[in-house]
Nanobody, 115 residues
């Protein structure tokens, strides 16, 4: 079992930046993929960015060029650098790590972007 805890969310104005972090309750030595998802009120959870083990990073079209996912190589947890934030980026952001093809999720961190 792994517990994930996100941090770094907050209230910002359009055009500003935030960096989200994900902490794990134990060391993750191997993984299938790690990712960030988000869910806005009344909408389905959507994939924002993903790093598969040994594969190419992918992004949702809506965040390409603005968001960057990276990995803490020691802890195998993801970061999400979010630049040029827009009001439509407002959502709860969730860290996801797949270990032995089992998905682990954090409780999420709220990001609110005002216009």
């Amino acid at each position: 079992q792994v517990q994930l805890v996100e941090s770094g969310g907050g209230l910002v104005q359009a055009g500003e930046s935030l960096r989200l972090s994900c902490a794990a309750s134990r060391s993750i030595t191997s993984f299938n993929a790690m990712a960030w998802y988000r869910q806005a009120p009344g909408k389905q959870r959507e994939l924002v960015a993903r790093i598969p083990s040994g594969g190419r990073v992918s992004y949702a079209d809506s965040v390409k060029g603005r968001f960057t996912i990276s990995r803490d190589n020691a802890r195998n947890t993801p970061y999400l650098q979010m630049n040029s934030l827009k009001p439509e980026d407002t959502a709860r952001y969730y860290c996801n790590v797949a270990i032995n093809w089992h998905d682990y999720w954090g409780q999420g961190t709220q990001v609110t972007v005002s216009s």
